[in-house]
């Protein structure tokens, strides 16, 4: 079994203590009357909604919310010097921090991007990338150095920012994702948003987007932070991880195109995965395939995932076709295509395919 403890709660803290090491330096300066970096806030504004966004992530798990932001934020008086300020950072991310720790893994509250909902470790990523991007602007602005421990930015990129290539250093590839600096061979982001992960629910089971950080930690022999059946996960499912894995690495992947872990949602517990091969091709059809743990064979998780995944793939734009590939022996895999509704369509070389058309 993985460890259970909460992932993104310490890098909230380290982002935290990285920004006021390198601001309370600086807190008799004017904040107010210093630009933010490229942003049109000043300083002071840019410093101010660093503590508000910890905040309202720390409510928004603390309080399941479900369909919208809570309507509170923070307000400080004009008496609020930047010492105060930065100790709001502390406290705000200090929150943040007990939220991630005390919230049960499976939980997901609002964010409007790009699902309507994230995890608790994609607050955390949320929080850290609050903190970090505008502790560089402030920084900048202020006309001092500053560069955060790169372990933050791989934390953030890995997390919601899956279709970002690897660049040089974390830290440059996340200015440069966000519109803040420059990388070699690519164009300027003029535009950018991150997302987290999506996920999809059937009768018992939730359908979890991988990012690539699960992925990299299932490809070595890791629990990618679920809690699996005892038989954990099987070979085909940290193939699945090592080619979504490879996928990021080369800049091609995308999300919801991705491999799902399959989770009971009674007990909290991963049973398999399933995903796709990569996005639908031209002509609108996309391969599919799946994995599922042997302590959870025969209760038709399988067959109830894949009629989810698939049925979900058909509503997408441009989608005709979800097709499934089967060796000819494996009878078992071959019940699942079918009572999911797929037919066969041809025979050749030990294999068979099939394709679900709705």
């Keep these: 079994m993985p460890p259970m403890h909460a992932v993104g709660a310490q890098q909230v803290e380290e982002a935290v203590a990285d920004c006021v090491a390198a601001l309370g330096a600086v807190t008799d300066r004017d904040w107010k009357g210093a630009g933010a970096g490229r942003l049109e806030w000043d300083c002071r504004k840019a410093a101010e909604h660093i503590a508000d966004d910890l905040v309202a992530y720390a409510g928004r798990l603390a309080g399941r919310a479900a369909t919208a932001r ?13 010492t105060g300020v930065l100790k709001s950072v502390e406290a705000t991310g200090a929150l943040l921090a007990a939220a991630i720790r005390t919230t049960p893994r499976a939980v997901r509250a609002f964010h409007p991007y790009p699902f309507g909902h994230a995890n608790r470790e994609g ?23 500053h560069e955060p421990p790169a372990q933050l930015a791989s934390f953030v990129l890995t997390r919601i920012f899956p279709r970002v290539k690897p660049g040089p250093t974390p830290w440059r590839t996340l200015l440069w994702a966000t519109g803040r ?21 059937s009768e018992r089971l939730a359908l979890e987007g991988v990012t690539p950080a699960v992925a990299a930690d299932l490809s070595l022999s890791g629990h990618g932070g679920f809690d699996w059946v005892d038989s954990g996960p099987f070979e085909g499912t940290r193939e699945g991880a090592g080619m979504l894995l490879k996928q990021y690495e080369e800049g091609v992947f995308h999300p919801e195109w991705g491999m799902y872990v399959l989770v009971r949602r009674e007990d909290d517990r991963a049973v398999g995965a399933m995903g796709f091969h990569g996005v639908p091709d031209p002509e609108g059809s996309v391969e599919i395939g799946y994995d599922l743990s042997v302590d959870a ?57 099939y394709a ?3």
Excluded: C
């Excluded at 067959?303 to 995944?309: G, K, P, Q, W």
């Design 181 to 201: 600096g420059e990388l070699p061979g690519r164009d300027p982001v003029t535009a950018w948003r991150w997302s987290n992960n999506p996920v999809l629910r």
């Design 123 to 145: 607050f955390a990523a949320m929080g850290v990338a609050e903190v970090l991007l505008h502790t560089h602007d402030i920084a900048e602005g202020l006309g001092i150095s």
């Design 297 to 353: 064979r025969g209760n038709g998780y399988a067959t109830e995932a894949l009629r989810t995944l698939s049925g979900w793939a058909l509503e997408q734009d441009g989608v005709r076709t979800v097709a499934a590939v089967v060796e000819e022996e494996n009878t078992a895999s071959q019940k699942v295509v079918t009572r999911a509704g797929f037919t066969e369509v041809t025979r050749q070389e030990g294999q068979i395919s």
């Design 356 to 358: 679900f058309r709705g």
């Design 70 to 82: 809570l309507p509170f934020t923070i307000a400080f008086g004009e008496d609020t010097g930047n």
